[in-house]
């Protein structure tokens, strides 16, 4: 168990302030912050810090011994890799309108542009690795978003309410064909309009939207709002009408949100916690001076529709476990609340796990005897071979988020009641076996 030093990654879409408040440094800070690495991505690793204050990067770590640090089955499973990467993302502006690979697109595409000799940092490259990047994010503020191709007939009505003469036969085609193929004829539609149409439609959208929330209509406002920020930031770009087909939602902290593989999306802002395959393969589709390939996105993209995959969750005492597991990874978040103040609990028992403190203060001990605390902002790695770990806050309130791959059946289950008296043991119990949940951030 070992402290981790990790590295803060510089956008544009940055908070100059989250990251940099969480780390206790300088507020604000000389450039937008917006992603905390926690892992062993090559482009970006994190550094193990031992007692001593020595420091090793977790990826040549990983090299050396992979079997004691991830387990026999990580290891040969992912070839000494680890298989997950987890970020905090602090998202001040919109990030790119994107989707993921799956596995057989990423495999072929990455072997398509080995071939054509692309070099690892040449713009026009979309494969930076042969894996799909699944992911999951947990908010830790309100967190808004564009995510899934909305129902077609709740489209249909949207694009009605705004009552743009320029898109009538746009939204008659959709009418007609309310299904994933009239979604994706619409959509390739639009991505591949000439800049001199989207330089007429797009003000005309624009437009439409300020007509529509000046009748304060029922349905709607988020919608017109946002294509209207985005419109205010990327005026002429296709990816602002491509956000009048997705789903626009807002995530209450403790809320999560899964992406699966060609699940179109765009992150509008909110500080949250990512948590994903370690893969940095993204197709982009609009909202970015960077590098789009349409062809390549369409390719990937899936165009079913319906309501954003909002990750289903239990909460028992201090955990929460998040329902949606990838073969790669899994999340929990423990929260310690001045009722559960100093309450146990056990992690998972073996694997790679990551830790990230982010409020208050958790001790987090070994079976062997080996204790180390971490303070809000500051993170450990475990190894395999660190058994029978358990946490505790010390200070509360307190949160702690715990990532492992998705391989296992943890031991992370129910608190532990021994440190508690025994009448607040049985109402404990009580509450547990009755099954009680509760909707994660309510």
Not at 106 to 127: H, I, M, Q, S, V
Not at 346 to 371: F, M, W
Request: aromatic share 6%; net charge neutral; charged share 25%.
């Amino acid at each position: 168990m070992e402290l981790l030093d990790n590295p803060v990654r510089k956008y544009a879409w940055g908070s100059r302030t989250v990251i940099a408040r969480l780390q206790n440094r300088q507020v604000p800070s000389p450039h937008p912050e917006a992603e905390l690495w926690l892992g062993a991505h090559p482009g970006d690793p994190s550094y193990l810090v031992d007692e001593h204050g020595n420091r090793e990067s977790l990826l040549a770590a990983l090299r050396r011994d992979p079997v004691a640090r991830l387990g026999a089955d990580c290891a040969r499973r992912w070839a000494g890799r680890l298989p997950f990467l987890l970020k905090l993302l602090a998202a001040e502006e919109p990030l790119s309108l994107q989707a993921h690979p799956g596995a057989p697109a990423a495999r072929a595409g990455f072997a398509r542009e080995e071939a054509e000799g692309l070099a690892a940092d040449d713009p026009r490259r979309n494969y930076k690795d042969d894996s799909h990047k699944r992911e999951l994010v947990c908010a830790l503020t309100e967190f808004h978003a564009l995510v899934g191709f909305r129902e077609p007939a709740a489209t249909v009505r949207l694009l009605r309410e705004l009552a743009v003469p320029e898109l009538a036969g746009h939204v008659q085609l959709l009418a007609e064909q309310p299904d994933s193929a009239g979604l994706r004829a619409l959509f390739s539609t639009w991505i591949t309009l000439p800049q001199q149409s989207l330089d007429r439609l797009v003000p005309a959208v624009r437009e439409g939207c300020l007509r529509l929330l000046e009748r304060a209509p029922a349905g709607f406002r988020d919608e017109a709002r946002t294509v209207l920020e985005l419109s205010e930031r990327y005026p002429g770009d296709a990816g602002v009408l491509a956000a009048l087909l997705l789903n626009r939602i807002t995530l209450a902290p403790g809320q999560a949100l899964y992406q699966a593989d060609g699940v179109l999306h765009a992150y509008l802002s909110g500080v949250g916690i990512e948590l994903m395959a370690n893969s940095d393969n993204v197709l982009r589709g609009g909202l970015t001076p960077k590098h789009v390939d349409v062809p390549e996105l369409l390719r990937i993209l899936d165009f079913s529709s319906g309501p954003a995959p909002i990750v289903a969750s239990h909460t028992e005492g201090v955990l929460t476990r998040y329902h949606k597991v990838a073969e790669e990874f899994r999340l929990w978040r423990l929260e310690w609340s001045e009722e559960h103040s100093g309450d146990v609990v056990p992690l998972p028992k073996d694997g790679p796990r990551i830790l990230l403190c982010t409020e208050g203060k958790v001790k987090i001990t070994a079976g062997s005897g080996r204790s180390l605390a971490i303070a809000r902002g500051e993170s450990a790695w475990l190894d395999a071979a660190d058994l029978e770990v358990k946490a505790a806050s010390v200070d509360a309130p307190a949160q702690l988020f715990l990532a492992t791959d998705g391989l296992r059946r943890p031991g992370c289950c129910s608190p532990d009641l021994t440190s508690r008296p025994r009448q607040e043991q049985q109402r404990v119990l009580k509450n547990t076996h009755s099954g009680g949940h509760r909707r994660a951030g309510g």
